[in-house]
């Protein structure tokens, strides 16, 4: 099965995004999975964790997420040349994660063209950034280009959707902090790419309006990771998005 | 003193990058900096070593960089968030790194904003992707887009070296394996700042070319650090190096 149809069977839309600082890290990414699992679909982990622990100690959380029936994806934003990248990816799905993240302005040849490759033959994922969340994303995903393949001007991100399709990505992520490029992108992807949205509470994106917009899966982070209680603002999510989805297949 | 300053200072413009695969990495890296730190100014470091090794296991290799005289350079290409970027720069730099890469295409605002500040407080480099060495480059790097600031159409590398210069980047990383965007980013920075280039060899790219095009420091990885003899080959393309520069300076 791919990863997008094992996602589409999972229980909740949320994704748990463990991004968390100071020491002993992979004790306490257990402790809030194992407070945490009933009320997401997936595990996000990025620099915060791949940066001090090494791929022995991924791997050993890996099994921990798996063990809860959840997936685990790594947020590594692939931007280097093809050779790096094919290591980089080698690493992350030898230590068992199902999903890598991809910046497409890498370009393809010798480039993010490895790692597809490489997510097919092993049946893995690979999530492009097609709009991150931050405030200065604008200043590129934004930013009007030539496309030179229909001659007309474009947004960046409408290309990366664009490159999304092509490639055959198996999500693409954009921002919850623009829910109107998150429509656009909703739109331009026809329904054959899901959506990954970042960016949820904390940075300022709303859980209601996402979904409106198109946002198939919700990442959350710092909102449940620095909660006094996780288990609780989890399941309080996980309550808002089923009753935001059901009001809107009603309406 | 600064980083560039350090860097101008130093003996060599070869900066060996430790690009390296399979068991028992941090005593091979080890290995490699004995046979080949007489003839390197810097050590570069990627995702080869950082996504195997934790946090812990990267500081000792940057202790004995700087114990044999060189300086370290993290290549994490930074690309996430603000707040992500800021905690793996703040690891980086705490495991003693003295400068880190970063992708422009970020953008300012809780992007590499944090970053920069970060170094500036620890007199640490920032060095900028202003056009990367793999053959893809080209779908993105020499985009032609919509400069705001001028109302002109620029390539988006044009608009890289633009913002090295207004952000005050320590360095501009461009490919050896395009020369005449070498040469042209080289004018762009009108001698500010100092252009790092990756590529040469085994890419492509060439050392008497790109020096004459404007490269300071030439990344050399795998022509190193795969040959059966890595110090002799070090010894004789820093040879080439002062040999090329000498006619260079001569003509």
Redesign the interface.
Known sequence: MSFAELMSKSKSRIILAL?L?GPSLLDRALKILDEVYPYVSAVKV???L??????E?LSKLVHAIHDRGLLAIM???I??????NK??AE??FHAGFDALTA???????????PVFNLAKDNSRGILVLVY??????????E????DRSSIS?KR?YEIFAEKALLWRADGAIVGATRPRILAEVKRLLKGKIPIYS??IIV?GGSIEVSLKAGADYLIVG?AIVEAPNPSQVAANLNRLVEETLARLRGG
């Open positions: 991004d600082t990025n620099r915060h791949s940066v001090p622990l090494n791929i100690e947020d590594c934003k931007n280097d040349v093809g050779s790096t290591v980089m690493l992350f910046s497409p302005f890498t370009g393809w040849k010798e480039g993010l063209e991150m969340s931050h405030e200065g994303a604008s200043e590129n995903y930013r009007l280009v030539l001007y960046m970042p960016g940075q710092r």
